[in-house]
C-alpha cells in the first residue's frame, strides 16, 4: 500500500503521521487507544493528558511481554528454537554416547 498522510486526533493533540498502513486499520488502532485511555481515566482518576499516556504505553507493553511469556518468545526470540540448537551443540560435542565407566 502507497505511504499516506493520516491525521490522529487524542488526548487534545493533532497531528498527521505518514504511514502506509491502510486508513481503516489506523482507525481501527486509534479507536482501541482510546478506549484504552477512557478505561484508565476512570480506573485512575488522572486526566493529565500526558500522564494518561505513559500509563497507557506501561500498561500496553505488561500486555507485550505477558504476550511474549506465554508464546515462548523473549525480544522475538523463539526460545524453543534458541534451546534446540543449544542442546543439538552440546550432543555434537559430546559425540556418541559411551555406558558408564566405558573405557576404564
Not at 66 to 76: A, F, P, Y
Amino acid at each position: 500500500m502507497p505511504v499516506q498522510l493520516v491525521t490522529i486526533e487524542v488526548l487534545g493533540a493533532s497531528f498527521s503521521i505518514q504511514t502506509d498502513e491502510s486508513r481503516e486499520y489506523m482507525e481501527a488502532l486509534l479507536s482501541e487507544l482510546e478506549r484504552r485511555l477512557e478505561t484508565l481515566r476512570g480506573a485512575t482518576r488522572v486526566s493529565d493528558p500526558l500522564k494518561l499516556s505513559i500509563l497507557a504505553n506501561i500498561t500496553l507493553l505488561d500486555e507485550i511481554a505477558s504476550l511474549r511469556r506465554e508464546s515462548g518468545t523473549l525480544d522475538g526470540v523463539d526460545l524453543g528454537r534458541v534451546a534446540e540448537r543449544l542442546i543439538g551443540r552440546i550432543d555434537e560435542e559430546l559425540g556418541p554416547e559411551r555406558p558408564p565407566n566405558a573405557g576404564t
